[in-house]
């Protein structure tokens, strides 16, 4: 009994000891931290985007990890039921916060648009909407200040424009060409069936009748046709060189 006596004894003096000791009186967040509050109301009155960065949005079925999972503690250290590497849910949550406070903040309209065009695949994934991207661009930059930005959104915006009325002027250029190019080559091919006929009428009528050709008149359809050939090799490389400068804006 006296050695519990001791026990007891100094039980009390240890008792006797914390009830006298000053503990502060209760403070502005006292109740704040005993109690489960939006973090946002402990600060200010926020804004959507703002409280969109404290909650989650709702995940994708398919890349939800199982609530067993992530709150379920294994006997190994690092491994779950499974047998895989134990995470507790950090990573997810952090990238549904990103994702839900953008998709707040760029509104339904916008970031329904923006998500149809990065579900796009094949040719039409190349086909971006730029001015659609870069409107939800300044949205963000309104909210999240990034320096030096917005002078290149606005540049960017210039240059897309400039693009767009050089690749259609180049794609007029073109068009004439190729339609000059058509027509330069149904002319010749008509000019050859003209020739053609005229030999098989002259032949008919005349028999054997030999044609007076002269050594002149030869160099000079030879000079056409070399001057023909040339004009078509000519507009046959300016469409050449269109279509890559073409390609060359696109990418």
Known sequence: MTLLDNHLEQISLSSAAIAELPFPTPKIFTNALLHSHDITALIRDTEAHERALFTLGPPDQGSRPSTANIARRSTVHGLNSAGEHYTNGSRFMRSQTHVSAVATLLGGELGEQ??????????????????????????????????????????????????????????????????????????????????????????????????????????????????????????????????????????
């Open 114 to 251: 923006i998500r149809k065009e990065g579900a796009k695949e094949g040719k039409e994934r190349g086909e971006v909407d730029v001015n659609l991207l870069l409107k939800g661009a300044e949205k963000l930059c309104g909210v999240y200040p990034i320096a030096g930005a917005p002078g290149r959104i606005t540049s960017l915006r210039s240059r897309y424009e400039q693009l767009n009325s050089s690749i259609g002027r180049y794609e007029a250029k073109v068009s004439k060409q190729m339609a000059q190019l058509a027509r330069m080559n149904k002319q010749k091919d008509d000019d050859e069936e003209d020739e053609d006929l005229e030999d098989e009428d002259i032949d008919d009528t005349n028999g054997h009748e030999e044609l007076h050709v002269t050594e002149e008149d030869l160099r000079r359809e030879d000079g056409e046709i070399r001057e023909l050939e040339k004009k078509k090799r000519t507009l046959e490389d300016r469409v050449s060189g269109m279509e890559r400068d073409l390609g060359g804006l696109l990418r």
